[in-house]
């Protein structure tokens, strides 16, 4: 089994060796921690073959859901093209604003997908409806509960 402070140095050495933006592994960070793991293994009480392959197969798969997700949001960000969205934005007295107007493009700013509604730009997040709004109503007052009956 690998000693705990080798993986430990392995991390942070990837850790530093990237930007101080990045906050998640990818395969090749992954990998890296394999190789160190491996040079850093006690002899006597070497990594075990199946779990390495396992560890392997997990980040696969987590890169794979990872792909597809990234795919479904592209795709449904995609389908909007054309449609009429209501999108939310700060005003200037602080309170939010809601515009609708179609979306005109989609694209991929800052690693996060954006849609382009009035020749403005809004994450998806922003999103409040697909379609417009209906007007606020007034609020009414709630209904005053009817009396209970006792019965005897």
């Known amino acids: 089994m690998a000693?705990?402070?080798?993986?430990?140095?392995?991390?942070?050495?990837?850790?530093?060796?990237?930007s101080n933006t990045k906050t998640t592994l990818d395969m090749d960070d992954f990998l890296k921690l394999i190789v160190k793991q491996l040079q850093n293994q006690d002899m006597m009480n070497p990594m075990d073959d199946a779990a390495m392959m396992n560890q392997m197969v997990q980040m696969?798969?987590?890169n794979a859901m990872?792909?597809?997700?990234?795919?479904?949001?592209?795709s449904y960000a995609a389908s909007l093209v054309g449609k009429e969205v209501?999108?939310?934005e700060p005003g200037p007295d602080g309170k939010i604003k809601e515009i609708s107007?179609?979306?005109?493009?989609?694209?991929?700013y800052g690693g996060k997908q954006v849609i382009f509604v009035n020749d403005k730009t809004y994450y998806l997040t922003e999103i409040m409806a697909v379609g417009k709004l209906p007007a606020k109503e007034e609020t009414k007052p709630e209904p005053e509960?009817?009396?209970e009956t006792i019965i005897e």
């Open 3 to 18: 000693d705990i402070g080798a993986v430990g140095a392995a991390s942070s050495q990837v850790q530093q060796s990237k």
């Open 60 to 62: 696969a798969t987590v």
């Open 66 to 74: 990872s792909t597809m997700a990234d795919a479904s949001v592209t």
């Open 86 to 88: 209501t999108v939310t």
């Open 101 to 108: 107007g179609n979306v005109t493009g989609t694209a991929v």
């Open 145 to 147: 509960p009817e009396p």
